[in-house]
């Protein structure tokens, strides 16, 4: 079973870049793709990256393409995503999601193990 925990939300002022962190336990991380979803006050999750098991593959929203970066590093099990030109509407708490496959989704319904999520605030 897949346990996944993140780290390295905090507040930060638009313009301030953040990097966020998820460690993954149990499985094959390397076979695993994995992604970040967000969920701001109100509203519903949204997908913000994802990457696939070797990296080779990326996704982004439309919202943050440019912004914010995802990598992974298999021999450490380790999930990052890079948030650049931070503004106030990517306040949000931010999980990250693996699936079993290698293959990289968009869609939430893809992914099996979530994180409990890491809060996101950025002032104007």
């Known amino acids: 079973q897949v346990a996944l925990k993140e780290s390295g939300g905090g507040l930060v002022q638009a313009g301030d870049s953040l990097r966020l962190s998820c460690v993954a336990s149990?499985?094959?991380?390397?076979?695993?793709?994995m992604a970040w979803f967000r969920q701001a006050p109100g509203k519903k999750r949204n997908f913000v990256a994802a990457i696939s098991g070797t990296s080779i593959m990326t996704n982004y929203a439309d919202s943050v393409k440019g912004r914010f970066t995802i990598s992974r590093d298999n021999d450490k099990n380790m999930l990052y995503l890079q948030m650049n030109s931070l503004k106030s509407e990517d306040t949000a708490v931010y999980y990250c999601?693996?699936?079993?496959?290698?293959?990289?989704?968009?869609?939430?319904?893809?992914?099996?193990?979530w994180g409990q999520g890491t809060q996101v605030t950025v002032s104007s």
């Open positions: 999601a693996s699936r079993s496959g290698a293959i990289q989704y968009i869609s939430e319904n893809q992914y099996s193990a």
């Open positions: 149990g499985g094959t991380f390397s076979s695993s793709a």
